[in-house]
T-cell receptor
Framework: SAVISQKPSRDICQRGTSLTIQCQVD?????MFWYRQQPGQSLTLIAT?????????ESGFVIDKFPISRPNLTFSTLTVSNMSPEDSSIYLC??????????????FGAGSRLTVL | DAKTTQPPSMDCAEGRAANLPCNHS???????VYWYRQIHSQGPQYIIH???NNETNEMASLIITEDRKSSTLILPHATLRDTAVYYC????????????FGAGTRLTVKP
């Protein structure tokens, strides 16, 4: 399975600022996914990022707040813009593996833990 | 995609089998059952998946009922390192942009 590196692993930010999270994969992948995990909660899909096209956002998430870049098949960034304490979460990058029908499972990065003061 | 129902928490003694249930009564014929787990401070990890047959790998076994409305993940000899939140997810194959995580089951393996 793919190996995913996320940066930063954690950060503490001031409200009103923006932070860009990087996701680097050790192999070329078509689809990359960004998730948010709020404290004590499960994972929520933010958006799907395909190389060469605009990201597709889930209900409740907008591009102005969470702009995503996908410049190539191994890299993506998620920016959390104009942060507020409610944005304090773990942000996770994931990629889709290749395999037999039904076996294209997701591999996740370790996540970026963001605290907004 | 079908929704799933899992107990919020379970305990298991170290060395014993851990049996984690999942109900997915509205599952469609082309939807697979996937299990992931999330150990504290890590990203989720894939465990196993199946369509209608029981499956086994080096990590666990998956038992799917004949009507496919429920399944059980079995960790045959639980260790302390198996303490994690376990997520049961159903979705159509090749549709990872619809991988919806529910609340999961928090399994605590006790010595």
């Amino acid at each position: 399975s793919a190996v995913i590196s996320q940066k930063p692993s954690r950060d503490i930010c001031q409200r009103g600022t923006s932070l860009t999270i990087q996701c680097q994969v050790d192999s070329q992948v078509t689809m990359m996914f960004w998730y948010r995990q709020q404290p004590g909660q499960s994972l929520t899909l933010i958006a799907t990022a395909n190389q060469g096209s605009e990201a597709t956002y889930e209900s409740g998430f907008v591009i102005d707040k969470f702009p995503i870049s996908r410049p190539n098949l191994t890299f993506s960034t998620l920016t959390v813009s104009n942060m507020s304490p409610e944005d304090s979460s773990i942000y996770l990058c994931s990629v889709e593996g290749q395999g037999a029908p039904g076996a294209n499972v997701l591999t996740f990065g370790a996540g970026s833990r963001l605290t907004v003061l | 995609d079908a929704k799933t129902t899992q107990p919020p928490s379970m305990d298991c003694a170290e060395g014993r089998a851990a049996n984690l249930p999942c109900n997915h009564s509205t599952i469609s014929g082309n939807e697979y059952v996937y299990w992931y787990r999330q150990i504290h401070s890590q990203g989720p990890q894939y465990i196993i998946h199946g369509l209608k047959n029981n499956e086994t790998n080096e990590m666990a076994s998956l038992i799917i009922t004949e009507d496919r409305k429920s399944s059980t993940l079995i960790l045959p000899h639980a260790t302390l390192r198996d303490t994690a939140v376990y997520y049961c997810i159903v979705r159509v194959a090749h549709n990872n942009n619809d991988m919806r995580f529910g609340a999961g089951t928090r399994l605590t393996v006790k010595p």
